[in-house]
């Protein structure tokens, strides 16, 4: 840490200097965990290509603009973008919210608590949910407004636009998991998730500016190749026979899985990031609806068969985009709903946000989207399947996905499903359900690995979460008690199956993590053995 | 007698500006886009079985199918009013400062908050004791003003001492921020000063009797600075961010707590139907610029789009 306390000013500092150095040792402890891993400095050839002012991380795999003219041009563009968010009409979609929270904030800092990235990292200045809302509000003030035009710094509008700022504003965008706690507990209602997020939509949205993983090989490869994967149709149903495959080998199970079934009563969405990373999720659904005798499909269709909209954290017409065709192939296949899979940011997505970006044939009224939760426990609670709770009898905790629970209001299906089907009570989280901590993944992190920006989520924003899970498991923490953190989420899996793996969680603790389907087959009276793997048996 | 004048006009006129300018704020910015649905939980108008731990109507499977129209009644008493208790409840007790905030401001932020209703209760309570002459709304209004100038001078002064000396508030703590609180404090001051000048409020009824009736008289100069300052202050208010607690309607209502789905045809679906129609002007590569906002959403934004 560089010890003198960080100004807003400084973010227009012209050094390459980091406005902070992160070490090891600030950040907040994680008992019992001791020879915790070492922040390692970036490379000398990133430092010459890349711009690392902010925090000495990155994901942006961007040049960065060397001429003056380059630098301006970005200026200038961040401030059209700035004016565009402004503009009621240019962004109908958040303009108000935006406005709002840019006016309105009081600055008692009560929000500063609730964030897990603040905290994890020991409390530095930048990541304080406050700090990035404060920057841009007194650019804002300072080129927008009048009182900012005339009083200047009376008002707070002090803070000067160069490259510098605009690219340091551009990382700290992406230092924060949009999982809005800090709205939560905001007495005002103001939600510095939002200028977060408006920030990364303006750099989207004006200057085609995002990590590579989210915009180029997220949103674009999804509409232009079916998948955010890189997954096309062909190999959508080469996907399905390798889980047809998993089901009989660990099953003895033939089970056909239905794909372009029209008039199915549901089309299934997975996040086609488990066909590939966690077959055994896509393939325990499979079983369960099976068994269930349920009518449904899987589509083939390009966009069809992947739920996820990264979108939803960066750009407002991709998002429609995405939903579009969601929505689109599901009135093809003529299904009564869609459901998506264990995935949260796509529940958000298709059934709460893309609501209102499309006309009145394709809302929820017309063609249903609904979270796979409530469907689980229906089937748990109609009997069609009978469950054995003694074959889950090891310790259990839950990560919700903020998405599902902060973001949907979807907190006691999953739970009572867990009550049904394992031996041991739940070991909740403090906190948990709507007020959990994000799982340091969210808005996009999960899947953000260029340069050394998963160093940053392992060991700062997968913090919190971590310290969650030790003191969830606390009294069992022997290695030779295994021990599930269930996680409806792919993104949120992907994150934990990395800081596991940072934090030495399942050598030095035996902690192991899966979705929720997996734990539901897994009981299965009529099955012949487990179907979980745990990271041993892998 | 000009400055007495003065001071009657400043009363009408601050409460005309402050009702004109805060309305057309509130008007302005309820005429704003609807919005995407962005809630969060919990939203104190679900059902009251799942209000407690945040859960929603999408805990349920065919939820959209199982959607009623509300009644103007269910409205108001399921809808709007446990917004109103939750909303009510934060303005009088700041529970999630208490709850979420380290830095030592929940009992300064209650007091001043406190000092300001109090003061406007004292304001009205003057109004009908000089007009009615009633001994025990005098005496009332007595303990009132006192408590309120009290109460708000701490928390004005316990504010500004807090923001000045944390590290972590002093930096977002803008010179506007402090001249707000010195301002409150000022009135506080000069308020609980008027008392002790005035301490049956004989100067005070007189004033607000002229202030009604159209008719001032000379008053103590501690009556008059308070209730120059306070008039003052109501002008300045719905220009500035002060005006808060109204926008709080907003944010809340309208935006964390707004989880209504569209239903086809409704009046947010046309309002939506018309924002689609808006011309997007946004220019990075994957934008089709120029396509409003329905027909973006029908395009890949790959080259032969942009043809």
């Known amino acids: ?32 965990l001791t020879d915790l891993p070492e922040l390692k400095a970036p490379r000398a050839r990133w430092l010459e290509n890349y ?86 509000r007194r650019i804002y003030q300072r080129h927008f407004t009048p009182a900012g035009k005339l009083l200047g710094p009376l008002v707070g509008a002090d803070v000067e636009v160069n490259f510098k700022t605009v690219w340091r504003l551009l990382e700290l965008s992406y230092r924060c998991n949009i999982c809005r706690r800090c709205a939560q507990v905001c007495p005002e209602g103001i939600d510095n998730a939002l200028i977060a997020r408006e920030i990364r939509k303006l750099f989207s ?16 490869q999804q509409l232009t190749s079916g998948s955010s994967t890189g997954m096309n149709p062909l190999a959508l149903k080469n996907s399905v026979e390798f889980l047809e495959e998993i089901i009989e080998e660990k099953t003895g199970r033939k089970i056909t899985i239905p794909v372009d079934k029209k008039g199915a009563d549901i089309l299934l969405i997975h996040n086609a990031g488990e066909f590939l990373s966690w077959p055994e999720n896509p393939a325990a659904f499979a079983i369960l609806l099976d068994a269930a005798g349920i009518n449904w499909t899987l589509s083939s269709e390009m966009v069809g068969y992947d739920a996820v909209n990264y979108a939803v954290w960066f750009d407002d017409v991709e998002l429609a985009r995405i939903a579009l065709r969601h929505i689109e192939i599901a009135r093809e296949l003529g299904v009564k709903k869609i459901v998506v899979g264990e995935c949260g940011h796509a529940h958000k997505a298709l059934c709460v946000v893309a609501d209102r970006v499309l006309p009145g044939e394709r809302t929820a009224m017309e063609m249903p989207r609904e979270s796979c939760l409530p469907l689980m426990w229906d089937i ?16 259990i905790t839950m990560h919700d996905s903020c998405n599902v629970v902060r973001l949907m209001g979807i907190v006691q299906p999953q739970r009572e499903i867990v009550k049904a089907i394992c031996a041991q009570p739940l070991r909740e989280m403090a906190p948990y359900g709507v007020h959990n901590y994000c799982c340091g993944g969210g808005s996009g992190f999960a899947i953000m690995d260029t340069l050394n920006f998963s160093e940053w989520r392992n060991s700062v924003s997968a913090r919190m979460k971590v310290s969650q899970i030790l003191g969830a498991f606390g009294d069992v923490l022997d290695p030779g008690i295994r021990k599930y953190v269930i996680a409806a989420c792919s993104n949120c899996k992907g994150t934990l199956r990395d800081a596991i793996n940072y934090f030495e969680l399942w050598d030095k603790h035996g902690i192991w993590y899966g979705g929720l389907a997996d734990l539901m087959v897994n009981a299965m009276v009529d099955l012949p053995g487990p ?8 | 007698m000009t400055l007495q004048w003065f001071l009657v006009a400043l009363a009408w006129a601050s409460v005309v500006i402050f009702l004109v300018v805060a309305i057309r704020r509130v008007v302005k910015i309820n005429a704003m886009p609807m919005g995407l649905r962005w809630e969060v939980y919990p939203v104190p108008h679900e059902a009251p079985e799942k209000r407690d731990y945040g859960g929603s109507y999408m805990e349920d499977t065919d939820w959209a199918k199982k959607h009623k129209a509300r009644s103007f009644k269910e409205e108001l008493v399921e809808f709007l009013l446990p917004e109103a208790i939750e ?5 009088l007790t700041m ?10 401001i929940w009992i300064f932020s209650v007091f001043l908050h406190w000092g300001i209703y109090l003061f406007v209760g004292w304001t009205l309570l003057l109004i009908i004791a000089s007009l009615t002459g009633s001994a025990v709304l005098t005496s009332i209004s007595i303990v009132v003003g006192a408590i309120a100038c009290v109460l708000g001078m701490i928390g004005a002064v316990g504010l ?83 005006l808060h607690y109204v926008i709080k309607y907003f944010l809340y209502h309208q935006g964390l707590w707004d989880d209504g789905f569209t239903v086809k045809g409704s009046a947010a679906d046309r309002r939506i139907v018309e924002q689609l129609g808006y011309s997007v002007k946004w220019q990075a590569p994957h934008m089709v610029s120029g396509k409003t906002w329905l027909e973006e959403a029908q395009t890949t934004a790959t080259e032969g789009d942009k043809k």
């Open chain 1, 205 to 220: 949205q004006e200057l085609g500016i995002a990590p590579a993983e989210l915009l180029k090989k997220g949103t674009r």
């Open chain 1, 531 to 538: 179907y979980i793997e745990w990271n041993e048996e892998m």
């Open chain 1, 51 to 136: 711009d690392l002012s902010l925090d000495g991380f990155s994901d942006l795999d961007i040049p960065m603009p060397k001429t003056p003219e380059e630098k301006e041009r970005l200026v200038q563009g961040f401030l059209t973008g700035l004016e565009k968010l402004l503009d009621p009409e240019q962004n109908w979609t958040f303009a108000k919210l935006f406005r709002l929270s840019m006016d309105y904030c009081m600055r008692c800092q009560t929000c500063s608590e609730a964030c897990h990235v603040y905290l994890g990292s020991g409390r530095q200045e930048i990541y304080r949910p406050t700090y990035r809302s404060e920057i841009l």
């Open chain 2, 95 to 104: 529970k999630k400062v208490r709850a979420n905030n380290r830095y030592g």
């Open chain 2, 87 to 91: 909303i009510g409840t934060e303005i």
């Open chain 2, 160 to 242: 500004i001492v807090r923001r000045a000396t944390s590290p972590d508030l002093g930096p977002y703590t803008a010179p506007v921020d402090y001249f707000n609180l010195i301002f409150l404090g000022a009135i506080f001051l000069f308020g609980l000063l008027s008392l002790l000048i005035d301490p049956a409020l004989v100067g005070h009824r007189a004033y607000f009797k002229g202030v009604v009736l159209f008719a001032p008289s000379a008053v103590p100069w501690a009556v008059s600075l308070t209730f120059l300052l306070f008039w003052a202050f109501v002008i300045y208010m719905p220009f500035s961010k002060l």
């Open chain 1, 1 to 32: 840490m560089t010890g003198k306390p960080i100004r807003f000013k400084d973010i227009a500092r012209l050094s390459d200097e980091p406005l902070v150095s992160l070490d090891a040792d600030d950040l907040m402890p994680l008992p019992p």
């Open chain 1, 380 to 395: 748990v609670k109609s009997g069609a399947i009978k469950f054995d709770p003694s074959r889950n009898d090891f310790p």
